[in-house]
C-alpha cells in the first residue's frame, strides 16, 4: 500500500524560509510533485520531479524561490521553499505517480498525502 506522509509546515513571516519533507513508502514512481491549496481555489501544482532522471519543473510562481529534491535512497521528498511570500499561504500536498505525464497538474497523480498547512504573514 502507498503511503506519502508530509511533514514541516508551520508559519513564517515574509522573506522567510520553511522545508517540507515526504516520505514515501510502497510502489516506485515515475513522477513526484508537490501542489498546494488555498481556500476558495483550485489545487494547483508548483514543483515537480521525475525520480529517474532528476528532472525538476517547477510553477512559473515560485521559480527561483522554491527547489524540489529527493533522497533516492530514503524514499523521501523535499520542498525548499524561500523567500516566502502571503500568497504561498496555503495547504501543501506530496503526490506520486506511476505516469509521465502532467507533471504539475493534480489529475495526473494516483497518490496523495494527508497535507500540511503553510502560512506566511506580511
Known amino acids: 500500500q502507498v503511503q506519502l506522509v508530509e511533514s514541516g509546515g508551520g508559519s513564517v513571516q515574509a522573506g522567510g524560509s520553511l522545508r ?3 516520505a514515501g513508502s510502497g510502489y ?3 513522477k513526484m510533485g508537490w501542489f498546494r491549496q488555498a481556500p476558495g481555489k483550485p ?8 525520480t529517474g532522471t532528476g ?3 517547477y510553477a512559473d510562481s515560485v521559480k527561483g524561490r522554491f527547489t524540489i529534491s529527493q533522497d533516492n535512497a530514503k524514499r523521501t ?3 525548499q521553499m524561500d523567500s516566502m511570500k502571503p ?4 495547504m501543501y500536498y506530496c503526490a506520486a505517480a506511476r505516469g509521465a505525464l502532467g507533471i504539475l497538474r493534480p489529475r495526473s497523480y494516483d497518490y496523495w498525502g494527508q497535507g500540511t498547512q503553510v ?3 506580511s
Open 87 to 90: 500568497e504561498d499561504t496555503a
Open 55 to 57: 528532472t525538476t519543473v
Open 77 to 79: 521528498l523535499f520542498l
Open 28 to 30: 516506485s514512481y515515475t
Open 119 to 121: 502560512t506566511v504573514s
Open 43 to 50: 489545487r494547483e501544482g508548483v514543483a515537480g520531479i521525475y
Open 20 to 22: 517540507l519533507s515526504c
